[in-house]
């Protein structure tokens, strides 16, 4: 089964708003970055966090990791309607000998203008 | 540098062709990787390579599809027979090192590829 689960699998805001995306893994995990997705493109890379740190920031993008709770989150401040896309965690860990990246199911965000 | 460059974007076939999506990593990429996304089953990774060498095809869901990578430049990705259960957007994707090193993973536009 899939390494990540996001939560909620779809977000509708105004935007200016902020917008929380949550990601649960199942086992450790080396790495975790964030992906973006627009409608019928493909996966473009927002931030990596590593497994020993907690926060990262990157303009308007806040990444926390707890590994305790085997969870992150995404948060988007100040929303722009260009922020509308899929977002999907991905998970870098070794299993059965091999690396393995796995990405989450992803949420749908739909900022309104 | 131009990217992942995947074709074809748009491929129609009837079930029982063969279908081959082909892949073009960004040089100096030493990872490849084959994804297919479905509404069903999200992004799952199907193969990857290092060094143009198959690392793990744990994920190929069947005998009917097959990967190569013949040189660091260029994949394909064939199915043999096609099914319509095969319909999905196969990503083909490349970075510098592995998993653990955290590198970006830089994805191609996508094959969207239908079997009717």
């Known amino acids: 089964s899939q390494q990540g689960e996001e939560d909620p699998q779809a977000l509708s805001i105004q935007e200016g708003e902020n917008a929380t995306m949550n990601c649960s893994y199942k086992t450790s995990i080396n790495n975790l970055q964030w992906y973006r997705q627009n409608s019928g493109r493909g996966l473009v890379h927002l931030i990596l966090?590593?497994?020993?740190?907690r926060e990262k920031h990157s303009g308007r993008l806040r990444v926390t990791l707890d590994t305790s709770k085997k969870s992150s989150s995404l948060l988007i401040t100040a929303s722009r309607a260009a922020d509308t896309a899929s977002y999907f965690c991905a998970t870098g860990y070794i299993s059965g000998g091999y690396q393995k990246v796995t990405f989450g199911t992803g949420t749908k965000l739909q900022v309104i203008p | 540098d131009a990217g992942v460059i995947q074709s074809p974007r748009h491929e129609v076939t009837e079930m029982g062709q063969e279908v081959t999506l082909r892949c073009k990593p960004i040089s100096g990429h030493d990872y490849l990787f084959w994804y297919r996304q479905t509404m069903m089953r999200g992004l799952e990774l199907l193969i990857y390579?290092?060094?143009?060498?198959?690392?793990?095809d744990s994920g190929m869901p069947e005998d009917r599809f097959s990967a190569k990578m013949p040189n660091a430049s260029f994949s394909t990705l064939k199915i043999q027979p096609s099914e319509p259960r095969d319909s999905a957007v196969y990503f083909c994707?490349?970075?510098?090192?592995?998993?653990?090193?955290?590198?970006?993973?830089?994805f191609g536009e996508g094959s969207w590829l239908t079997v009717v």
């Open positions: 966090i590593r497994s020993n740190e």
């Open positions: 994707a490349s970075s510098l090192q592995g998993a653990l090193s955290g590198n970006t993973i830089y």
């Open positions: 390579f290092n060094n143009n060498v198959p690392i793990d």
